[in-house]
T-cell receptor
Framework: GNSVTQMEGPVTLSEEAFLTINCTYT??????LFWYVQYPGEGLQLLLK?????DKGSNKGFEATYRKETTSFHLEKGSVQVSDSAVYFC???????????????FGKGITLSVRP | EAGVAQSPRYKIIEKRQSVAFWCNPISGHATLYWYQQILGQGPKLLIQFQNNGVVDDSQLPKDRFSAERLKGVDSTLKIQPAKLEDSAVYLC????????????FGPGTRLTVT
């Protein structure tokens, strides 16, 4: 079945540091890939997505590139801010071409804390 | 545009009691999802509706969980009787359709079973 593996956390960084959060996946066909973020006290919200190989999703200074050859979708940001402190989830949605439904399969999530 | 609404936000019950959660999706969204998020884990799909029909309920513990989506709009998720391991956040999400449409999540209901 489909699965998503995220690097173990938590992660603590100083403001303006470079961020990488690793995500790898297992799925048949060509799934769509997502990063969701959950800020303290708020609901899950979509951060960025990519729907085909080599696509790059970007939003709020975050980027992730869909790498089919390594089945990865690592999240990066060049300079983190205190306001980026949150829980980050990598997720996939199976390809509709396989006949699968659109449910999201999530990784375990990783907590990022950014110090001033 | 109003987001996905859920109630209650918090609920504490004793084991073997029953509980119900309510979700109102974004207007016009045909697809509705219920996810269970246990502490320290990512959300896991319990049930997916397309309009008022069930698309996927393979992960729903049907001996104790039930869900309905009357008239293809609001949805209710019920647990009866509750077990300690049901303590989790229950998330409702909606999307305009199936496929790579964005799913919009509600704030969730945090259930504690004692």
């Amino acid at each position: 079945g489909n699965s998503v593996t995220q690097m173990e956390g938590p992660v603590t960084l100083s403001e303006e540091a470079f961020l990488t959060i690793n995500c790898t996946y297992t799925a048949t066909g060509y799934p769509s890939l997502f990063w969701y973020v959950q800020y303290p006290g708020e609901g899950l919200q979509l951060l960025l997505k990519a729907t085909k190989a080599d696509d790059k999703g970007s939003n709020k200074g975050f980027e992730a590139t869909y790498r089919k050859e390594t089945t990865s979708f690592h999240l990066e940001k060049g300079s983190v801010q205190v306001s980026d402190s949150a829980v980050y989830f990598c997720a996939l949605s199976a390809s509709p071409l396989t006949g699968a439904n659109s449910k999201l399969t999530f990784g375990k999530g990783i907590t990022l804390s950014v110090r001033p | 545009e109003a987001g996905v609404a859920q109630s209650p936000r918090y609920k504490i019950i004793e084991k073997r009691q029953s509980v119900a959660f309510w979700c109102n999706p974004i207007s016009g969204h045909a697809t509705l999802y219920w996810y269970q998020q246990i502490l320290g884990q990512g959300p896991k799909l319990l049930i997916q509706f397309q309009n008022n029909g069930v698309v996927d309920d393979s992960q729903l513990p049907k001996d104790r969980f039930s869900a309905e989506r009357l008239k293809g709009v609001d949805s209710t998720l019920k647990i009866q009787p509750a077990k300690l391991e049901d303590s989790a956040v229950y998330l409702c999400a909606s999307s305009a359709g199936t496929g790579a449409y964005e799913q919009y999540f509600g704030p969730g209901t945090r259930l504690t079973v004692t």
